[in-house]
């Protein structure tokens, strides 16, 4: 398992003896190994609680997610296994799975982001310069057994905590306001062989989710916004936004195969065969497939916006914003920037989302998103907006080369 971000933390804290000792420890058990992970996101009280396990042995990879039934909906129990150039995804409720190709080799983290979703608590073992981001600038401490990074960016308070003795990650907590979001680690030394057993009378099928991953809708209405918005984003060539979230905006611009983005700190353009990052002072230029953008922007300790990685991945953004046991349902409709938008509203395990959708070219200009405790109450938002300035128009083949 790639468990070395703290060695990218080395440089914000000048080298510091205790980076280098916890990477050292955490490369020593790159090669194979189990983590368990417990995720806790709440307000006050409130609490959802889900248990991810991820293990890798060689090129092997399994991953799996478990989150509590809300509501009288059924629990979700979702493994993703990864032997050479093929995953399977096995769904334990549904007694489903369905088998796709993946790269035999590249980065772990491209491999299984390639094959579905994976959560930040997980990916940060996989790509280490996600964690080395989150603690940057942080104050290094010993508190009891443990080392502690504490840091306060943006009114987010963010403190991890590391076994002082094995230098492994044991905890990572960020709060904001009465919110806040929690991890919590358990490694062990893993299976001497990673394999995924079928139980009797699993059934293969051609897509997990029912209608190739299509929600379940209240009515043909929805239904109809739905499927427009999910075409036109399948045939959206060229366009050109600033996408914000959180007080944080990005510029955004995509033509077929080449893309750009500018967001704080980092511009990355790609023309179809090259990337390249400018940070700070630092110029980065690389020949890569587009799948790996998302690895080696990472590598600088940014993430990839969310339509770009989509535009990486060859996924629809529609598509991935629900798994098929998702209810859609309308729940208005109005005015937003002088255009006239239907309000589409789509809950799952645990997260209820309102969407936003434009009646005149179906795009989305607004996604917000709610955290669900296992009482189905509100614990945690999320809001991101588009404006859009270009669409399906030929863009300045320069913004995908120079700075």
Known sequence: ??????????????????????????????????????????????????????ATKGSAIRYRVRLPGVRGRPPYDRIVFIDGAQATTFDGVTQRYVVRAVDRSGPTASRLSAAGTVEDCAMVLLAPARLSSLLSGSKIGREGGDLSFRSLKAGTHTVARFDAR??????LRTEQGASFTEWRYHFSPGPRRLALSLPKGARRVAALDAEEHLPKFADQRVRQIWLAAIGAYAGLQSVCFDAASGGIRSGIWMEGKRAREETAGLKWAYDGRTLRIWHGNRNRTQAVDRRKIPDVVASEGFRVHPFLRHWAYRQNPVRELTPGEASVRLVGHGSVGGEMCDFVEATSVPVRLTIIIRRRDHLMVKISSTNLSESAKPVASAEVSYSYRSIGRPLDARLFRGG
Request: proline share 0%.
């Open 1 to 54: 398992m790639s468990l070395t971000a703290l060695g990218l933390l080395a440089a914000a804290q000048g080298g510091a003896s205790e980076l280098d000792l916890c990477e050292k420890a955490l490369r020593a058990r790159s090669a194979a190994g189990t983590a368990q992970i417990e995720l806790r996101v709440g307000v006050r009280s409130r609490v959802l609680t889900s248990r991810i396990e991820l």
């Open 166 to 171: 094995t230098r492994l990650i044991k905890s």
